[in-house]
């Protein structure tokens, strides 16, 4: 017994929505260490289909997104044998937390939350209260499982502080209830940017299709899209600053080919960009291509995604509804 708990593995907790295409950035930043996690970590992955809807959703089309999302995240190596892997609203002890998280989150900490500014300027005929609070249904995602740890982007970081201390507000009043989880920082999590503009992140609402490529294009249309990358004008393959189509270029290749920046200079030493954006489009068409060769065997068995998205959710509903029960009867809830 004492040996187990020695080798208790941490918790990591992580969530994607389904809106539609995923990117290579969402792969390369994200989804390629969810896989890489695996081994060391307990760790309980969702789809984030409750917080999609913040903007509306056609259903027909949000439906195909889910089950597409949920297949290529298999195909990307997600095992259900060693992770959790299930849809956020097949467990409904999330959606019951946030409501009592709510009561627990200042108006004036969700009013500071840049992605509310962002997202409300964007859809600014759709600002509605799921938009402004989700950052308490955040919260509830991380804190029904006890996460140790959360993987997070710099997007996100203003979220986790958030739960962290709605956490400790917890905590602070009914005694530990919630393990207060940190920010896990992968050693390699690459920020992919756009083709097109490399001072953004790579975004399927990019407005210029050529910025983003998704994991589904085809062979073809990812090699068009790396021969039309922005570069520059020195026509010399090195990592510097201000060079930041190149950057972002081999910063891809690095991530798919596990070269070292230096590796990659010497490697086009001499050569010129159109022999780079070719080498970088068909390294990242060999990589993706045995992602799409699984995707569509997923997407042929929905009986077997099935199994593994219910399997999952109630092994996650059985986890979270401890931490549920005990919040509620710390609250003073007659369970």
């Known amino acids: 017994m004492e040996n187990q708990t020695a080798e208790r593995k941490k918790v990591i907790f992580s969530a994607i929505q389904p809106s539609g295409t995923i990117t290579l950035g969402n792969y390369l930043g994200a989804l390629k260490n969810w896989v890489a996690l695996q081994d060391d970590f307990d760790c309980i992955?969702?789809?984030?289909?409750?917080?999609?809807?913040?903007?509306?959703?056609?259903?027909?089309?949000?439906?195909?997104?889910?089950?597409?999302?949920?297949?290529?995240?298999?195909?990307?190596?997600?095992?259900?044998?060693?992770?959790?892997?299930?849809?956020?609203?097949?467990?409904?002890?999330?959606?019951?937390?946030?409501?009592?998280?709510?009561?627990?989150?200042?108006?004036?900490?969700?009013?500071?939350?840049?992605?509310?500014?962002?997202?409300?300027?964007?859809?600014?005929?759709?600002?509605?209260?799921?938009?402004?609070?989700?950052?308490?249904?955040?919260?509830?995602?991380?804190?029904?499982?006890?996460?140790?740890?959360?993987?997070?982007?710099?997007?996100?970081?203003?979220?986790?502080?958030?739960?962290?201390?709605?956490?400790?507000?917890?905590?602070?009043?009914?005694?530990?209830?919630?393990?207060?989880?940190?920010a896990y920082i992968p050693k390699n999590g690459a920020r992919i940017m756009s083709l097109q503009d490399p001072t953004k992140k790579m975004s399927k609402s990019d407005e210029n299709a050529n910025g983003c490529i998704a994991l589904l294009d085809k062979p073809e249309d990812i090699m068009r899209k790396f021969?039309?990358?922005?570069?520059?004008?020195?026509?010399?393959?090195?990592?510097?600053?201000?060079?930041?189509?190149?950057?972002n270029l081999m910063g891809i290749y690095?991530?798919?080919?596990?070269?070292?920046?230096?590796?990659?200079?010497?490697?086009?030493?001499?050569?010129?960009?159109?022999?780079?954006k070719a080498a970088v489009g068909e390294a990242v068409v060999e990589h993706l291509r045995p992602i799409q060769e699984r995707y569509a065997d997923y997407s042929k068995n929905k009986d077997y995604l099935e199994q593994c998205y219910r399997a999952s959710a109630e092994k996650a509903l059985a986890i979270s509804l401890r931490t549920l029960r005990k919040v509620m009867k710390k609250i003073g809830y007659i369970l």
């Open 45 to 182: 992955f969702a789809l984030a289909d409750l917080h999609t809807i913040t903007v509306r959703q056609e259903p027909a089309k949000f439906r195909r997104n889910i089950l597409e999302a949920y297949a290529l995240l298999l195909a990307c190596g997600i095992d259900v044998n060693k992770s959790l892997f299930f849809m956020q609203s097949h467990v409904h002890t999330h959606a019951e937390l946030a409501w009592i998280l709510n009561c627990y989150t200042q108006f004036g900490e969700l009013s500071r939350m840049t992605q509310f500014k962002d997202k409300s300027a964007k859809h600014a005929d759709n600002i509605n209260a799921g938009l402004f609070t989700y950052p308490a249904l955040m919260a509830a995602d991380i804190l029904l499982y006890q996460a140790d740890l959360v993987p997070v982007g710099a997007d996100q970081k203003q979220h986790l502080e958030l739960t962290r201390n709605i956490a400790e507000r917890f905590n602070g009043l009914y005694s530990p209830t919630f393990v207060v989880p940190d």
């Open 227 to 247: 021969k039309r990358a922005v570069t520059d004008s020195d026509a010399c393959v090195r990592y510097a600053e201000g060079k930041d189509g190149v950057n």
């Open 254 to 276: 690095s991530a798919v080919t596990g070269r070292s920046f230096d590796e990659i200079e010497r490697e086009f030493d001499g050569k010129g960009y159109g022999d780079f």
